[in-house]
């Protein structure tokens, strides 16, 4: 079955260095997010992006933040320069074009620390 | 900001019993969707609810969705120790973003 693979699953970083995380959607989907959830806390949108552009941004998606879809396959987020409230687990999901809901489906995570 | 409220937060029970959660909102949804999520991992899609009062059943899981689309509950029967799990429930607002609930965190017993 078709899945949303995410890497890494676990980056440890120091504050203020540049972190990517990379994910792979399904393939024939093309509306793709990033969602994140700090420990303890609720799963948070924080963007949305169709069409090689982002569609939808929340509050928390600042300038630190970044998204490219370098090829056909890869949807990468980009923290530029980390803070310790940076630390989350950072899911990706993709969407299938032809739902007409908003079913997502989500990679595993991946596992930010900020130290 | 749409907000969905998910109760109870906890809920530890015996294996076979009934249990039901909630999730309550006062926003109207285009759909709401229930998601279970094991630790260390991303939420699975359980079911989708679209249409106000509708009722899905998937095995033991029943999902309804309020007549006026803003809550739903899921009830599991004869809960058994493989449904030990986060249950989340998330609403579709515009550009298909989902507004995720904080949770339940169930915990089925042997």
């Known amino acids: 079955e078709p899945e949303v693979t995410q890497t890494p699953s676990h980056q440890v970083t120091q504050m203020g260095q540049e972190v990517i995380l990379r994910c792979v959607p399904i393939s024939n989907h093309l509306y793709f997010y990033w969602y994140r959830q700090i420990l303890g806390q609720k799963v948070e949108f924080l963007v949305s992006f169709y069409n090689n552009e982002i569609s939808e941004k929340s509050e928390i998606f600042d300038d630190q933040f970044s998204v490219e879809r370098p090829d056909g396959s890869n949807f990468t987020l980009k923290i530029r320069s980390t803070k310790l409230e940076d630390s989350a687990m950072y899911f990706c999901?993709?969407?299938?074009?032809?739902?007409?809901?908003?079913?997502?489906?989500f990679g595993e995570g991946s596992r930010l620390t900020v130290l | 900001t749409q907000l969905l409220e998910q109760s109870p937060q906890f809920l530890s029970i015996q294996e076979g019993e009934n249990l039901t959660v909630y999730c309550n909102s006062s926003?109207?949804?285009?759909?709401l969707q229930w998601y279970r999520q094991e630790p260390g991992e991303g939420p699975v899609l359980l079911v989708t609810v679209v249409t106000g009062g509708e009722v899905k059943k998937l095995k033991r899981l029943t999902f309804q969705f309020g007549d006026a689309r803003k809550d739903s509950s899921l009830h599991i029967t004869a809960a058994q120790p493989g449904d030990t799990g986060l249950y989340l429930c998330?609403?579709?607002?515009?550009?298909?973003?989902?507004?995720f609930g904080k949770g339940t965190l169930l915990t089925v017993n042997p």
């Open positions: 926003s109207v949804f285009s759909s």
């Open positions: 999901a993709s969407r299938d074009q032809r739902a007409n809901t908003g079913e997502l489906f």
């Open positions: 998330a609403g579709e607002g515009s550009n298909y973003k989902l507004t």
